[in-house]
């Protein structure tokens, strides 16, 4: 197994019990509003740090070995509805569980009358793209949840 894939499984691992898990979430005195997830093994670490001010939302997810960043991701967005971000956090699961890397976020998936949906430019090395949740009512198109992404490796692959 070469090192991304070994990067990329331990994402898969750490992205499916953190947030999109309902993992333990944290905070920091310094930084309020900040909510933090944390995830480690022997010399990987995985920390996904986010804002929400309001429906808005920033955030970045990075990968450290050994002390040295070589994985990260940023993303921002809005939420407009709970059912919509836990619609995000099941398409997440579904794509970590399954090791389908869609940019780092979920697989579409459709829901009573909820659609996530994701338009990627995807490899774990390099990629970009935006994810969404909404609604189709009397055919107008009803925006819950969107956020735009982009990241890859910090090492030569």
């Not at 921002?76 to 619609?87: I, N, P, T, V, W």
Request: hydrophobic share 35%; charged share 25%; net charge neutral.
């Amino acid at each position: 197994m070469s090192d991304i894939d070994r990067l990329q499984n331990f994402f898969f691992a750490a992205a499916s019990v953190t947030y999109a898990g309902n993992g333990p979430k944290f905070t920091d005195p310094e930084r309020p509003g900040v909510k933090i997830y944390r995830f480690a093994d022997d010399i990987l670490r995985y920390v996904d740090e986010y804002y929400v001010n309001g429906a808005k939302s920033f955030g970045s997810t990075v990968i450290w070995q050994d002390d040295q960043p070589v994985w990260h991701m940023q993303y921002r967005g809005f939420c407009h509805d709970k059912q919509a971000s836990e619609l995000v956090k099941k398409a997440m699961r579904a794509a970590y569980q399954e090791h389908i890397f869609a940019g780092g976020r979920g697989v579409d998936l459709i829901e009573g009358e909820l659609k996530y949906h994701n338009v990627a430019m995807h490899s774990f090395g390099e990629f970009h793209g935006s994810d969404c949740v909404g609604t189709m009512t009397k055919g107008k198109d009803n925006l819950l949840f969107w956020h735009k992404y982009s990241g890859g490796l910090l090492v030569k692959p």
